[in-house]
């Protein structure tokens, strides 16, 4: 044994200078989900240059037709060509899903800060509603909200969807005002005779927006999969306008006469566009905070 | 500071009554000032064929001339005597039609609730014992992908894939005709819905228990035990789990609602004869007193979850405040 190892420190931990940290900035950016969503929402928007076929046109010569060089996705049991009505409903799909998403996010918005800077009754109030809104599974009120108004349309089911999803980022944003509603520069420009809004865009909003965003991402995710739902199950939007639900709710025939590609396509696109937006949110999330393990 | 427990026990059922009053109105009042005709669900198609004098007769019958204010009163008054009225659809006393349904819902919901729970406990340890190995990255990414699939089209693929082409097992209903009382029976047909509402919501809640387990192994007393040599077993399974546990039984208890109305899509794609079907059958087709007593089971479900959840988390977990509510952003996906 050397001198060394017979006499340790103790107590004391030989000095070690910190590894050196490498800053990367986009470490574990989603570059694949962001590229798929980016392929997949500009091709539904310049749908017309894609299409091969008019998506609306029943072609009933060629029904229930498999996947094959002219009908790239084969057709529908209505004649339709799916490859065609990919790109075009998924431009309905998305545009739901965005129009949802800015209804709830704005409802929550102005929700969530009023809530804030209330007085305690009236946030207590307003959270206890909110709280009973979550624990309400959220495709069973689109449902039964959409069942009772009847046939939807592109912005009917939106705002079901967009009224019905606001709840949970409401409360987030109710955190994050209650933190900051009492900060020295809100009392400030309250003083200074700042309304609301002024307030809830010049100081709340920038402070809150980076904790809401992977809560946002999220929305949209939810109302296109709430869509989609919705519309296999006849109670979305029905079977003329082409959005990739709809395309999905002549399932029950094709599981009858067995064409499997009416069921795989529109499923599998839409699953792709969920996956990304879940990476993209995860990563919004994830890059919020992350520490080290103490085991 | 010990409270009264009749005044605290009391509090809450005044919420609960409360809440249950509230949602009885608002179901009521919305479902009859939306538009449609509830006179299609009891006559069919034959109401298109009636003059306005007959419409008008057929609602004096069934009550919906009055105004909103004294039907309500007048469907708790019958409600109070245990009668909750016919539904239109299937001239039946209601009860009747959901006694013969709600058996079917609450075995799928009840065993896809169990195995939904013991799963992810299960899963959510094994991560995040192996947190950043292989196991928890595949498990990780299997789970986000399953979560990204929507129940309807997982159903679908199922069927698709066990149904039709393998014809393994059957795609739809709860039993073959005249195996009613046939248990493997039964059990054959539960196995495709059951896979969709368990693989629903497995993923979700194990993630939650991996993420709350990591939170835990940062602490500081993590440390402590470490440093007074408690094995990594040891300090997950008696320290880290344990307290992790009282929030995860909360939360339990207040995504009983979410398993059980994860249910109802599964349900129609199945053609699962339960509760699930029913109620999206009601809603769409006026049928208002189905719909509002599916509407108040659900919602009651609801209240009563949320209270059992926060009073689980109250006795468990002093530290919560007894005004306080319990944390309920983190179900808030269906």
Known sequence: MTEQELFTLVGIRAEQSAPAKKVRRMQGFPWISVILLGIIVLCCFFAEVIMTKDPGYLDLKNYNVAPNSEFLFGTDTLGRDIFSGIWYGGRISVTIGFLATLISTFIAVVYGSISGIAPVWLDTLMMRFTEIFLSVPGLLLVLFLQAILGQANVVTLSIVIGVTSWA?????IRTEVRQIR????????????GKFFHILRKHLGPNFIASI???VVMNVRGAIASESTLSFMGMGLPLEIISWGSMLSLAEKALLSGCWWMILVPGAFLVTLLMCLTNIGNYLRKNANRKESNL | MRKNPFAYYGKKLLVFLVSVFILSVAVFYISRLAPGDPLMSYYGERTEKMSVAEKNAAREKLGLNDPIHIQYIRWVENAAKGDFGISFQYKQDVMEVIGSRIGNTLLLGGIGFVLTFAGALLLGVLCAWFEDKWIDKILCKVGTLLSCIPEFWLSLMLILVFAVT??????SGAYDVGHQNDTLNRIVHLI???TVVVLQHLWYYAYMIRNKLLEETRADYVLLGKSKGLSKKEIMFKHCLRNILPSYISIMAISVPHVVGGTYIVETVFSYPGIGALSYESARFHDYNLLMVLCMMTGV?????NLIGGIINEKIDPRIKANEVVET???SKV
């Open chain 2, 301 to 305: 479900l609801v209240i009563l979850c």
């Open chain 1, 168 to 172: 949970s980022i409401a409360k987030i």
């Open chain 2, 329 to 331: 952003s983190e179900v």
């Open chain 2, 166 to 171: 393998l014809h393994w097992l059957p795609s």
């Open chain 1, 213 to 215: 965003m992977f809560m």
């Open chain 2, 192 to 194: 495709l819905p059951m």
């Open chain 1, 182 to 193: 009492n900060s020295e520069y809100v009392v400030a420009s309250r003083c200074m005779g």
